[in-house]
T-cell receptor, first 113, second 115 residues
Framework: GDSVTQMEGPVTLSEEAFLTINCTYTATGYPSLFWYVQYPGEGLQLLLKATKADDKGSNKGFEATYRKETTSFHLEKGSVQVSDSAVYFC????????????FGKGTKLSVKP | DAGITQSPRHKVTETGTPVTLRCHQTENHRYMYWYRQDPGHGLRLIHYSYGVKDTDKGEVSDGYSVSRSKTEDFLLTLESATSSQTSVYFCAIGLAGVGVYNEQFFGPGTRLTVL
């Protein structure tokens, strides 16, 4: 069935380190893909999205490229900050026009000064 | 800010009691969703609505019911709460049908504890 798999955390990095969080999805058609971020005590916020193969979503220094050949949508940032500490969720669209999302289990990122 | 509020924000209740959570939106979006968030499971869809009185089940709908009598409100009811329903509940609105993709915007969440 439909699924999204992302790397398990927690991930702990020093400030200014390079970040990669892996995400792969089951390929049924060409679903839109998303990264959401959840800061402590808050709801989820859309971080970036990509709607077709080879699209690159970007926001706040984060990037992810829709790779159809590897069914992946890895999240990257060149230099993380303490304020990036949060839980990151990868998600894919399924369900046709209802626009339902299926989420990965989340990856907690902690950035140390 | 997509104008989504949830009430209550925190609730402690006892096993066997009914509980209703409310999601309210101010922007007249057609699609609304209820999720639960649990450690190790991410977010899982409970129910969703695609219009007034139009609802459908999600992945983890057992033990939950929903109602949508007007566009702005989507209610989630636990008819008889159990400890396994202790969770954080998020409401979301979706922009499906507006474009080729669906962006969902989330409310602040309700932390429910069932003793």
């Amino acid at each position: 069935g439909d699924s999204v798999t992302q790397m398990e955390g927690p991930v702990t990095l020093s400030e200014e380190a390079f970040l990669t969080i892996n995400c792969t999805y089951t390929a049924t058609g060409y679903p839109s893909l998303f990264w959401y971020v959840q800061y402590p005590g808050e709801g989820l916020q859309l971080l970036l999205k990509a709607t077709k193969a080879d699209d690159k979503g970007s926001n706040k220094g984060f990037e992810a490229t829709y790779r159809k050949e590897t069914t992946s949508f890895h999240l990257e940032k060149g230099s993380v900050q303490v304020s990036d500490s949060a839980v990151y969720f990868c998600a894919k669209l399924y369900g046709g026009s209802q626009g339902n999302l299926i989420f990965g289990k989340g990856t907690k990122l902690s950035v140390k000064p | 800010d997509a104008g989504i509020t949830q009430s209550p924000r925190h609730k402690v209740t006892e096993t066997g009691t009914p509980v209703t959570l409310r999601c309210h939106q101010t922007e007249n979006h057609r699609y609304m969703y209820w999720y639960r968030q649990d450690p190790g499971h991410g977010l899982r869809l409970i129910h969703y609505s695609y219009g007034v009185k139009d609802t459908d089940k999600g992945e983890v709908s057992d033990g939950y019911s929903v109602s949508r009598s007007k566009t702005e409100d989507f209610l989630l009811t636990l008819e008889s709460a159990t400890s396994s329903q202790t969770s954080v509940y998020f409401c979301a609105i979706g922009l499906a049908g507006v474009g080729v993709y669906n962006e969902q915007f989330f409310g602040p969440g309700t932390r429910l504890t069932v003793l």
